[in-house]
């Protein structure tokens, strides 16, 4: 059932993986990796109404598993309820989820725009995996936030250089390098190439940077 349900998803068919998953946890309650999968699909799908019911009815169940406890973690900040998403994290005890439950902590403090909370856990997490890029792209998220364009431009550069294709990475160079007010139009127009809808998506930075720049000059 698990195989279908991976397979009606790759086709598109959404609601039908979700319904298969339904019908698999119903016929074997006692297989984790169900409740795991579904609470996935339910939060790309922005349901997280029903992702947190089924976490937490997979807790009755599975009450010590970790792997449940970040994933409701996950949806609450998927939902914007940040206090409940950060309880979750702090109960993470697995060494195996320590940098996932310290990017996530970081990353939930950002969004509370606490910088030095989230700052010291996301320098922590570089520090154990100096290669993963989206913890490199967060540091320099938040170096960029406090305004420590130097910095930021550091680990931006550093997954630029390991992903040259990254729209995310060649976005976020340019915003850096924009903010000290260094060339940057070639970033920018290599990140709407590679994806014209990260970069849709994401170009209201500029004007924030821009907004930054002619306060600094007042």
């Keep these: 059932m698990k195989n279908t349900s991976k397979a009606l998803w790759a086709k598109g068919d959404k609601q039908g993986a979700v319904k298969a998953l339904v019908a698999a946890i119903e016929q074997a309650p006692e297989l984790l990796d169900n409740y795991l999968e579904l609470a996935a699909y339910l939060n790309a799908l922005q349901d997280t109404e029903q ?46 989820l320590e940098n996932d439950k310290l990017y996530m902590l970081a990353s939930t403090y950002y969004a509370q725009q606490d910088y030095s909370h989230a700052l010291a856990f996301a320098l922590t997490a570089q520090q154990n995996e100096p290669q993963r890029d989206d913890v490199n792209l967060l540091v320099g998220d938040l170096f960029l936030a406090i305004g420590d364009f130097n910095h930021a431009t550091t680990y931006y550069t550093q997954v630029l250089a390991r992903t040259p294709k990254s729209a995310a990475a060649n976005f976020k160079v340019g915003l850096a390098r924009l903010a000290q007010g260094a060339p940057s139009e070639a970033y920018f127009e290599q990140a709407k190439k590679l994806d014209t809808a990260y970069f849709e998506r994401e170009k209201h930075r500029l004007s924030d940077i821009e907004r930054y720049l002619k306060a600094q000059q007042k």
Excluded: I
């Excluded at 807790?59 to 949806?75: A, E």
């Design 51 to 96: 992702a947190e019911k089924l976490l937490l009815s997979a807790l009755v169940h599975f009450p010590d598993n970790q792997d449940l406890r970040y994933s409701l973690g996950t949806t609450y900040y998927a939902a914007g309820d940040y206090t409940k998403a950060l309880d979750q994290f702090q109960q993470l005890t697995a060494a195996r």
